[in-house]
T-cell receptor
């Protein structure tokens, strides 16, 4: 299984809602990532988990809260988002070794209304 | 800090013509460089990486540390090469992408 699976594929939420994005991989990768991608822009790194510990937070607002419950799962909890947070959220995983391929999920298309 | 620059947002060539997508980087350490590709309606996927020095789908890329470049080349473009191409640099656990180049191959 060489896939990274993200659910849901699409999500519409109000500014007062709480929701979660989920990401799963069974490749034994111990590094997992969240990226945000706006239309016609490159993916922007948000968070990096290495061996289930948060190792990088790219100054992301606290309304985004990542969680890595085990080596196969990565969640992104969302609360009190703004319309400008609407974007494609991508999850990726890789071996923590430098120079190895990152595998990306299809993404969750998030719309904040 | 890590930085990747792709100067061309759009590149259009005819089928059979050579293709070169430019990438320059800035990084104080020893970089790991990649090209990722996104075909229409597909997920982002690795095309090639500098450490493997291989040719994938006819594409090659050479790391030039003196010029801090990692340009992607293909001698004869094919219509199925039309896609979004991202140059990426991995350093200190971060994988950072350039702005991307949309390549269109005209028949």
């Amino acid at each position: 299984d060489t896939e990274v699976t993200q659910t849901p594929k699409h999500l519409v939420m109000g500014m007062t809602n709480k929701k979660s994005l989920k990401c799963e991989q069974h490749m034994g990768h111990r590094a997992m990532y969240w990226y945000k991608q706006k239309a016609k822009k490159p993916p922007e790194l948000m968070f990096v988990y290495s061996y289930e510990k948060l190792s990088i937070n790219e100054s992301v607002p606290s309304r985004f809260s990542p969680e890595c419950p085990n080596s196969s799962l990565l969640n992104l909890h969302l609360h009190a988002l703004q319309p400008e947070d609407s974007a494609l959220y991508l999850c990726a995983s890789s071996s923590p070794t430098a120079g190895t391929e990152a595998f990306f999920g299809q993404g969750t298309r998030l719309t904040v209304v | 800090a890590q930085r990747v620059t792709q100067p061309e947002k759009l590149l259009s060539v005819f089928k059979g013509a050579p293709v070169e997508l430019k990438c320059n980087y800035s990084y104080s350490g020893s970089p790991e460089l990649f090209w990722y590709v996104q075909y229409s309606r597909q997920r982002l996927q690795l095309l090639l990486r500098h450490i493997s020095r291989e040719s994938i789908k006819g594409f090659t890329a050479d790391l030039n540390k003196g010029e801090t470049s990692f340009h992607l080349k293909k001698p004869f473009a094919q219509e199925e090469d039309s896609a979004m191409y991202y140059c990426a640099l991995q350093g200190a656990q971060k994988l950072v992408f350039g702005q991307g180049t949309r390549l269109t191959i005209n028949p």
